[in-house]
C-alpha cells in the first residue's frame, strides 16, 4: 500500500490489488472529495463553525444533513432514504433520548445517569433497564424491569484487604447457575463452570491458549505455534483433563515462506492472496476485494455480493438474491433488512448509553440479549424472561449449536453471537468492520487493514486473532486504543505534575522538563488511570494500587517498606482525593447554573436588557457563555487534578 500525502494531507492511497483512493481539500484543509479511480464517491460540505453539514453517497445515491445546537453537539441527522437520528442530552453532555427512524420504522430509547455520569437506566420499547454498581465503579447488577423483574448479578474477585478486582468471579443471569471464572497470576482465565459443566484452559510463556479441556462441548483441544505466533497444528481429543489419548482429528497449518505470516494451507487446502493479503481463494469459496472491502464471494453453494457506506461499513448484502440492507448510526447497527414481501425479516436494535447491544425488536416482538462475563451473547430472551434461543461456542467462538423455541426462526436470523460479532451464517465469518473473522481457523482471514507487511507495528503477527488468547480477550474497533489512551493520559498527567514541581522548587532550563518521579510513580499512574468510578471506594481501589507499586519499587531498591504508613497513605490519599472530588463537583455544578438552559428563556431574559437585540446576536452570546462555562469546567478540573499531584499524600 501506497500513501501519497500533501503539506501532511493524505490525497492519495494506493493498494498494491489495483485500487487508488484520492482525497480533496477546501482552504481549511476539510475533505470535500472522496475518489475510487476516477470515480466521484462522496463529498462533504460543512457549516460555518466548521461542522459537518452535508454529506453525499454518490453511489448509493443517499444525501445525509447534520444539525447542531449552539455548543456544537450533534442533535439530528437526516437521510433522503429515510434513515433519521434525533439526539437530546443532559448538562454533562450525557445522551438522554435517541429517536431512531430506520428501516421503514421508527423508536426510541431514554437514558439516565447516576451523580457520577454513570449510565444508570436505558428505557426500551415501555421497559426499563437498570444498572447498579460497586464501590469501585464496576457494575454488580443489571435489572429489567419486567413484570417480574430479571437480573443479571456480577460479583468479582477479593483484592488486598478486602477491596474488590475488576477481575470478574460470577456472571448469573436470572434464575440460572452463574458463569463462574478462575485465573492464573496473568490474569489468564483458567476454568469456567456452569451447572455441572466446566471447561480449562492452559496456556504457554507467551499467553497463547495451548490446551482446552471444554465440558461444554465434550472434547480436548490443543495448539502448537511457531515463534511468530502462526498455529501449526491442532489436535483434538475425546474429553479429559488428564494424560491426553490418541487424536481423534488434527489440522496442520502451512505458511509463506516470505510472508511468514501468511497461511498458505489449512488441513491440506491451498489459500491463494493478492497483493496485499486479501484471499481470493480460501476454503471453497472465490473471493474479490476493492481495496480491503470484500466485493464479493462465490462457492460451497453460495453466492454473495457486498456494498458499503461512506465509512467503509456494509450498507447491504445479497446472498442467493435475496438482499439485506443495514441502516448504521456511526458504528452501531441500527437495523437490517432481509428481503421483502410476505418473507421479509426486519430486525431493529437498542442498545445501553455505552453502546452495548441490549435487545432486538424482531418482526414487531422485542426481545433480549443474554450474555455471559466474557460478553458472547449466548441467548435471548422475551419480554416476560423466557429463554427462547440459547447458543454455545468453543474457545474461539465457532458456532457449536442453536437450541430452545425459537432456534429456527430468531435464533438463526439474529446476527450477533459470540463476543457480540456480527456472524454470517453464508460464510460462518464474523464481520469485525475491517475484517473478517474465521473461528474454525482461528484466524483473521487477510492482514491488518493497517498494515502492509503481516509484521506489525511491534513486530506482532496481524493475522493472529486476540493474540491467541481468545478466551479472556476481544477484538473490538477502538476498544484497546481507548485502553492506551487512558494509560497514556495518566502518564503525562504525572509528567505535568513533574514539571510544575520542578518551576516551584526553581528550577531553570532543561531541568523544568526532566521528569522527576520514579518509574514505579509513573507505572501507577497509567495503571490507576484504568479504574473508572468515584467515591472514596474507587479512590482506595486507585491508591491501593499507587502505593503497591511504590512498595514493590522499594523492595526492588532494597528499601525498607513501612506497612502502617503505607496503609496510612492510602486513606490519607483516598481522602484527600475524595475531597477534590467534591469540590470539583460543587464549582462544575455552580458552572452550570450559569449556563443557559435553552434558547427561549435565555432570548425572553436578553430582551428584557435590550428590546432591540437581534435573534443572531442572541444566539452568538448565548454560544460564547455555554463556551466559556464549558472552559471554565476544563480549567477547574485540570487546576484540581494538578493541586491534588503535588500534595504530600
Known sequence: MCVIRLRGLLTRTEYGNGLTISYTYDVLDRVTEVKFGSTLMYSYSYDGEGNLQRMVDHQRDVTTVYYYDLTGRLIRSASDNGSEYQYEYDLNNNLTKLRQSAGGSSWTTEYTYDKDNRPLTAKVNGKTITDSYNATGTRASRVYGFSTPYTVALTYLAGANGSKTGMLQSYKNGSEAAYTYAYDDNGNVTSITKDSASASYT????????????????????????????????????????????PTGTVTYAYDSVWKDKLVSYDGEAITYDEIG????????????????????????????????????????????????????????????????????KQLYSYDASGQLISVNYNGTEYYYLRNGQTDIVGLMDGSGTKVVEYTYDAWGKLISTTGTLATSLGADNPFRYRGYYYDTET??????????????????????????????????????????????????????????????????????????????????????????????????????????????????????????????????????????????????????????????????????????????????????????????????????????????????????????????
Open 203 to 246: 496456556y504457554d510463556a507467551l499467553n497463547q491458549l495451548t490446551r482446552v479441556n471444554d465440558g461444554f462441548t465434550n472434547k480436548t483441544t490443543t495448539y502448537t505455534y511457531d515463534n511468530a505466533g502462526n498455529i501449526l497444528e491442532r489436535k483434538e481429543y475425546a474429553y479429559t483433563t488428564g494424560a491426553l489419548g490418541t
Open 278 to 345: 486479501n484471499p481470493l481463494s480460501y476454503r471453497g469459496y472465490t473471493m474479490a476485494w476493492e481495496g480491503k472491502r470484500l466485493q464479493s464471494l462465490s462457492g460451497n453453494n453460495t453466492t454473495a455480493s457486498y456494498t458499503y457506506d461512506e465509512q467503509g461499513v456494509r450498507s447491504s448484502k445479497t446472498v442467493n438474491g435475496v438482499t439485506t440492507t443495514f441502516s448504521y448510526n456511526g458504528s452501531l447497527l441500527m437495523a437490517q433488512v432481509q428481503g421483502s414481501g410476505s418473507s421479509q425479516v
Open 428 to 649: 460462518g465469518l464474523y464481520y469485525l468492520m475491517t475484517r473478517y473473522y474465521d473461528p474454525e481457523v482461528c484466524r483473521f482471514i487477510s492482514a491488518d487493514v493497517y498494515m502492509s507487511t503481516g509484521q506489525g507495528a511491534l513486530g506482532g503477527n496481524m493475522w493472529a486473532y486476540c493474540g491467541n488468547n481468545p478466551v479472556v480477550r476481544y477484538e473490538v474497533q477502538g476498544k484497546f486504543w481507548g485502553l492506551v489512551a487512558k494509560v497514556v493520559v495518566g502518564i503525562a498527567s504525572q509528567y505535568v505534575s513533574d514539571v510544575i514541581g520542578n518551576l516551584i522548587s526553581g528550577k531553570t532550563g532543561w531541568d523544568i522538563l526532566k521528569p522527576t518521579s520514579s518509574i514505579g510513580e509513573y507505572v501507577a499512574a497509567g495503571v490507576t488511570a484504568l479504574i473508572p468510578g468515584s467515591g472514596f471506594g474507587a479512590a482506595l481501589a486507585r491508591n491501593t494500587v499507587t502505593e503497591g507499586i511504590k512498595s514493590v519499587e522499594k523492595v526492588i531498591r532494597g528499601e525498607e517498606v513501612n506497612i502502617g504508613q503505607s496503609a496510612v497513605n492510602i486513606v490519607v490519599s483516598s481522602a484527600v482525593d475524595v475531597i477534590g472530588e467534591k469540590v470539583t463537583a460543587k464549582v462544575e455544578q455552580a458552572l452550570d447554573n450559569l449556563s443557559p438552559r435553552n434558547y427561549s428563556s435565555y432570548a425572553g431574559k436578553q430582551y428584557k436588557k435590550n428590546p432591540g437585540i437581534t435573534q443572531s446576536k442572541i444566539r452568538k452570546k448565548m454560544r460564547r457563555v455555554i463556551q466559556t462555562v464549558q472552559i471554565a469546567k476544563a480549567v477547574t478540573s485540570t487546576g484540581i487534578n494538578i493541586t491534588r499531584s503535588l500534595l504530600p499524600y
